[in-house]
């Protein structure tokens, strides 16, 4: 079984309903150690929400927090996993530079779209991927053992 940072975004309701319908299945998947996993939303600087904070986004020491822990949780883990819808409503730079920065340490990253995805992919995140599936393939993906696959969707 493999850990993973789950690079996810949570900052309107598409990003949410993308990273609920993604969650039971990644939970289900019996090559992936969950328990494990660094969920960056479980590992909130002194805990601090929204709700507790209104300020949060623009407060420096939550900033700096959050950027270490998130960068500790990639470092910690075998494999990122980024949940990215790419329509420009929904796209979070934050998930594309994680996604860059595992990249960067040579780990695996799985970028996951969801099912009704049909806009073109960036081409750094379509092709710094080591593998793009689709949310349905979530409970079925072999995370012990994944290999490059050209991402075979068009790119701009």
């Known amino acids: 079984m493999k850990t993973a940072y789950l690079a996810e975004s949570w900052f309107n309701p598409a990003q949410l309903a993308l990273l609920a319908a993604a969650t039971p299945k990644l939970q289900a998947n019996i090559s992936l150690d969950w328990e494990n996993s660094f969920r ?6 002194r805990d601090w929400t929204l709700e507790s904070h209104p300020d949060l986004l623009a407060n420096t020491e939550w900033q700096l927090g959050t ?14 996993i980024a949940l990215y819808d790419p329509t420009p409503l929904n796209s979070d ?26 806009t073109d992919l960036n081409l750094m995140p379509a092709i710094g ?7 349905a393939d979530l409970t079925n993906f072999n995370f012990a053992q994944i290999h490059h696959q050209v991402y075979d969707g068009a790119v701009y």
């Open 129 to 135: 991927a080591t593998v793009v599936i689709h949310v």
């Open 93 to 118: 730079p934050g998930v594309l530079w994680e996604l860059g920065y595992a990249y960067g340490l040579h780990k695996p990253v799985v970028l996951v779209l969801p099912d009704d995805n049909t």
């Open 40 to 45: 960056p939303q479980e590992h909130a600087y």
């Open 67 to 80: 950027f270490a822990s998130d960068v500790a949780g990639i470092n910690a883990s075998d494999i990122v």
